[in-house]
């Protein structure tokens, strides 16, 4: 993943996906499900660049995900900055240490510590427990 990493927020994401592969050859290199079959999430590379689309679950249209060394000290700063908190730090189910803000402008941001690797399958197990 590039340093800075975009999440586009879409109402369809399998149809939002295929038409990226479509029309900018992006690449499909994960999928996230829900049970009934609708993405969660679908990772795509466009060139050298790493592009998810996730369906409306979401809270916003698009958000920036940067990869950090710690997420406690870098959300420290954020709010010292005065970014506005949008989902406290927590360890995540696929493997993260992640956060959210909103900085002073508006935009949301994730940052994310990698703690460990996670395997489709036991991501799938929380997912499915997420929607039951």
């Known amino acids: 993943m590039t340093q800075i990493a975009v999440h586009l927020v879409v109402d369809d994401a399998a149809a939002a996906a295929a038409w990226y592969a479509e029309v ?10 829900r049970p009934d079959g609708r993405p969660l999430t679908v990772e795509l590379r466009v060139g050298d660049t790493v592009v998810a689309v996730a369906g409306a679950a979401m809270q916003s249209r698009a958000a920036y995900h940067v990869r950090v060394e710690d997420v406690d000290a870098v959300w420290a ?3 010292a900055a005065g970014a506005t ?20 402008s508006g ?6 510590q990698h703690l460990r690797d996670v395997e489709p399958d036991e991501i799938a197990r929380h997912v499915a427990a997420m929607f039951a």
């Open 85 to 104: 908190p949008f989902e406290a730090p927590h360890d995540a189910f696929w493997g993260e240490r992640t956060a959210q803000f909103l900085d002073p």
């Open 24 to 33: 900018l050859g992006a690449r499909e290199t994960s999928r996230v499900d």
């Open 77 to 79: 700063a954020a709010l």
């Open 107 to 112: 935009h949301r941001w994730a940052i994310d």
